[in-house]
C-alpha cells in the first residue's frame, strides 16, 4: 500500500506530495530584488521542502524551471549547476512564461526520489552528448 504526504499551502496547491518513493514539488520561488537572489533563495526553499522527506537536491530527479526573461538563462545555468555535483545534475526543461506576482522572475517544481540505485554505466546517448 502507497502513503502519500503532504506538505500543504493555504492555497489550491500542496507545496509537495510523496507518493511510495516518489516526492513530486509544487511550485517553488525565492525572495529578493533580482534574479540571483530569487534563484539562490528559491533553491533554499526547495531543500526547506525535500528536508521534510528527509530528501535533499541531490535526490531530484526531473525539474522545471520557468523563467520570467530568456535573458536569464545564462546566469540560470551557472548558478544552478553550483547546486548538484558535477555530472549529478537532475533532467530538466527550462521554458519561459508570465508570473501572477509581477516581482517573481522565476519558479521551480520538480521530482525526487527516495531510493535511487547505483549509477548506470554511459549509455550510447551520453556518450554521444560528451562527443558534441
Keep these: 500500500m502507497t502513503t502519500t ?9 500542496a507545496l509537495a506530495v510523496r507518493a ?6 509544487g511550485l517553488h520561488r525565492g525572495g529578493g530584488d533580482d534574479f540571483t537572489t530569487q534563484l539562490d533563495n528559491t533553491f533554499d526553499c526547495l531543500q526547506q521542502t525535500l528536508a521534510q522527506f528527509d530528501l535533499t537536491l541531490a535526490d531530484l530527479v526531473k525539474v522545471n ?30 521554458a519561459t512564461t508570465e508570473f501572477i506576482d509581477a516581482d517573481c522572475l522565476l519558479m ?20 554521444m552528448w560528451a562527443a558534441s
Design 108 to 127: 521551480i517544481d520538480g521530482v525526487a526520489c527516495r531510493h535511487q540505485g547505483p549509477s548506470e554505466p554511459a549509455s550510447a546517448a551520453q556518450k
Design 5 to 13: 504526504d503532504r506538505v500543504t499551502t493555504p492555497y489550491s496547491y
Design 20 to 25: 511510495g518513493d516518489l516526492v513530486f514539488l
Design 65 to 94: 524551471v520557468w523563467l520570467k526573461h530568456i535573458a536569464d538563462l545564462p546566469v540560470m545555468e551557472k548558478r544552478f549547476a553550483n547546486h548538484f555535483a558535477p555530472g549529478r545534475y537532475p533532467a530538466r526543461m527550462t
